[in-house]
């Protein structure tokens, strides 16, 4: 496999454009390494609140391992070890988890803990927070829990003419990490023209992996007759890779759980095809997706990389403290 830009031919014929970086960002990374620590240290069952990553395959998999997903820490039997996804919690999830006598371990990924911070620090001096991100989305309903009366969510640049604020020189604005950054900046656009002393937060908030994924995205899309993303239907970094891809130019571009989702009809008259996954993504899908398109003429690889990323997390620090401590007493 190459690494070159995307206008460089890949070998004769049908080839795939393969965008580095995909698959795994740090966050994730480090929510199924806890899941994974906390397995092997207090034995299974292990219960996880919502999915620990929005990856099929990967909460599967760690099912296998007597992982236990659960929806709300009321299915959690007293006393036991619950692991908080890493889209964040609100404050009243660890509220109900201590009423319930539960060992938990935060997973949330430190981008998202950042804009929680930033969402208290801002209530705290009475700002109108404008959070942009997706109705419903567990991210955004962990944000939103810390500090309910202080933030109202602004879904799209749709919702902005319905936005109202108590002191427009008192707004900022937030967002959840997994947008696409186009899109976020657009409402961002928007809602300035309604209230222009709009501040911005101190730092932004998209996270990395979501900007880069999409970045390399970007490179490939002009050169790609169909464009496939690896990723679950409910992962939304995921789900806007496949947007960012048909907005910079791809001709088609599809979401594909694994290569079984595949459509062989989108093949026809195709000699480019863009690959890339969402950050919640094992690397073995993509793999897979790269056999099966092999076996189907496919075989010129070239990796278009846009960047390359080296940032890692430590587990959280309940879970290393265990850990530690064991060490210590073995």
Not at 29 to 38: I, K, S, Y
Not at 92 to 99: C, D, I, K, R, S
Not at 223 to 240: C, K, Q, Y
């Amino acid at each position: 496999m190459t690494s070159t830009s995307p206008t460089q031919p890949a070998g004769a014929g049908k080839r795939i454009l393969l965008a580095k970086p995909r698959g795994y960002c740090a966050g994730v990374d480090r929510a199924v390494q806890t899941v994974e620590h906390a397995l092997a240290h207090y034995g299974a069952p292990v219960y996880v609140r919502k999915q620990i990553v929005h990856n099929l395959h990967v909460v599967r998999a760690l099912e296998e391992r007597g992982a236990v997903f659960v929806e709300e820490n009321a299915e959690v039997p007293e006393g036991a070890t619950v692991v908080f996804s890493a889209h964040g919690v609100a404050p009243e999830v660890h509220e109900q988890a201590a009423a319930r006598g539960l060992r938990t371990i935060d997973a949330t990924c430190p981008l998202v803990t950042k804009v929680h911070h930033e969402a208290r620090r801002f209530a705290k001096d009475d700002y109108d927070i404008l959070l942009i991100g997706h109705d419903g989305h567990e991210e955004v309903i962990g944000t939103s829990g810390e500090a309910p009366e202080h933030i109202t969510l602004v879904d799209g640049p749709e919702s902005v003419a319905a936005v109202e604020v108590r002191d427009p020189d008192k707004v900022v604005w937030l967002s959840q990490t997994t947008l696409s950054v186009d899109e976020t900046m657009e409402t961002v656009d928007a809602l300035r023209q309604r209230f222009p002393k709009l501040q911005a937060p101190p730092s932004d908030d998209i996270c990395y992996a979501t900007q880069n994924r999409q970045a390399a995205v970007k490179k490939i899309a002009p050169e790609a007759d169909l464009f496939l993303i690896v990723g679950s239907g409910n992962s939304s970094n995921s789900v806007r890779m496949v947007e960012v891809a048909s907005a910079a130019g791809a001709r088609a571009a599809h979401l594909v759980e694994n290569a079984a989702a595949i459509d062989p009809a989108w093949l026809d008259g195709v000699a480019t095809i863009g690959l890339s996954s969402g950050a919640s993504v094992p690397e073995i899908l993509v793999s897979e997706v790269v056999g099966w398109l092999g076996e189907h003429g496919y075989d010129g690889i070239t990796e278009v990389s846009h960047t390359e990323e080296r940032l890692t997390f430590a587990l959280p620090q309940e879970l290393r403290r265990e850990l530690r401590a064991r060490a210590t007493s073995g």
